[in-house]
């Protein structure tokens, strides 16, 4: 079975500074590194104020950075064929188009945030593959966040942390003009090591929760359908606001708000049958958030693998934001050996993920394959998703 590897970050990182250093005849300073991300449980519930268990993937985004004496920044990418070059004082949304947004565009919230930061050369590269639901976009925020933060010389806490995660968030909401929750931010610079971090999206704090499939003798296979249905008949702009309508409509600020006794009241009082659904879907994720999390301190996967297809069902039926592709892949999946599957991310597309018995995975990769081919269907991306770490510094 063919999976994308992550590639040794060692070797990536040396690989990446040859790079710049032929490029711009100088050595970089550093090399930064940010993780893409799966989310294990939890979806469409970070707008709620809810609750979700992001873990960091082994594929990541790297990041060469080094200072420039003239005010320039520039950004180019192995990924992408055009680069960007502009004024420090001249970064703004207006000056950063395309898929420098994401890279220009943290320089310039930084600064608004109140960064001192000098002109510089960011030169990136990724295996994170892009538009596939797997945060390529916040991987790519975040290293070259902590690239910008180490030629400013500041040593990264957990506030430091949070600050870039709020920057990182602004330069793709406000430059690159893609809504964003901050769970993908937030899981690149907080992410562990064989751990999935849970993250409460009301109050913002976290809990690293120990998550090691493979001493289990399990794997976490990703699925990335290359399917991209659109969002612009508003799927998401939809669905955020049928949220906000019913919290308003029960008197709160958020539905994470609205305590367990009294959601059945709630769902009964809503007039509309789809806002029903909507609200439906946040309190019983929520909730399968925490079961979820008794699972893995449990060591009950099998549990896990239920849980994963409830919340699919949820997401299917009464979030309706999955799509044929995902619902095969998880569908396909399940049948061939997975204990449990569900599709991850916004929906509409993007990825599945699917927990499976490690000798089962050629076994489960190779049926999805199939039930592509026989659809006539591009054949799907397979991973298979270690813990991997969070953001860092490699050289
Ligand atoms: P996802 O985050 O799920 O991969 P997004 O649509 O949020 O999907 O972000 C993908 C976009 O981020 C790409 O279209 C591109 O503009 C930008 N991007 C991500 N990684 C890179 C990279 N390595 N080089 C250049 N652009 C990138
Ligand atoms: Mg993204």
């Given amino acids: 079975m063919d999976t994308l590897e992550p590639g040794d970050p060692t070797t990536l990182a040396e690989d990446l500074a040859s790079r710049f250093a032929a490029e711009h005849g100088r050595q970089a300073t550093g090399v930064f590194t940010a993780p893409g991300r799966v989310n294990l449980i ?22 060469a950075v080094a200072p420039r004496d003239d005010d320039t920044v520039t950004v180019s990418s ?17 000056t950063i188009t395309g898929w420098p947004s994401y890279a220009a565009g943290v320089v310039w919230a930084m600064r608004e945030a109140g960064w001192q930061l000098p002109g510089m050369d960011v030169m990136i590269d990724s295996r994170v593959p892009l538009g596939a ?8 925020e975040c290293a070259v966040a902590l690239g910008a933060a180490a030629l400013a010389e500041v040593d990264l806490d957990d506030e430091v942390r949070s600050g870039l995660v709020r920057a990182c968030m602004r330069a793709e ?32 704090s976290t809990r690293q929760v120990p998550w090691d499939p493979a001493s289990a003798d399990l794997a976490l296979l990703v699925v990335d ?14 669905r955020r ?13 958020l539905l994470r708000d609205v305590p ?70 998880v569908d396909t999946a399940v049948g061939a050996g997975a204990l449990g599957a569900r599709m991850t991310g916004g929906g509409f597309g993007g990825s599945a993920i699917a927990l499976v018995p490690t000798d089962a995975v050629d076994a489960v990769g190779g049926a999805v394959t199939a039930a592509y081919a026989e659809r006539g269907w591009p054949a799907p991306g397979l991973l298979t998703a270690t813990p991997g770490a969070g953001a860092r510094r490699l050289r």
């Fill in 173 to 204: 909401s406000e430059v690159a003009g893609a809504p964003t929750g901050g769970l993908d931010q937030t899981i690149a610079l907080f992410g562990q090591a064989e751990a999935a971090l849970l993250l409460d999206c009301r109050d913002w």
């Fill in 260 to 329: 367990a006794a009294d959601q059945a009241g709630a769902l009964a009082g809503l007039a509309d049958e789809q806002v029903r659904r909507r609200v439906r879907h946040v309190f019983t994720e929520i909730d399968r958030v925490t079961e979820a999390v008794a699972q893995l301190e449990a060591g009950d996967f099998e549990a896990l693998g239920r849980t994963f297809l409830a919340s699919h069902a949820s997401l299917r039926d009464d979030y309706e934001v999955s799509c044929e592709e995902l619902d095969v892949s």
């Fill in 225 to 238: 359908t290359r399917a991209s249905h659109s969002l612009s008949d508003g799927g998401y702009a939809s």
């Fill in 42 to 63: 939890g979806e469409h519930v970070d707008y709620n104020g809810g609750l979700c268990l992001p873990m960091a993937l082994p594929h990541a985004t790297y990041a």
């Fill in 241 to 253: 606001a049928d949220c906000e309508r019913a919290a308003a409509e029960l008197g709160v600020e």
């Fill in 133 to 140: 639901g797997l945060s390529s976009s916040a991987a790519l």
């Fill in 78 to 94: 192995r990924q992408e064929d055009d680069g960007f070059s502009g004024r420090l004082g001249d970064l703004g949304p207006d």
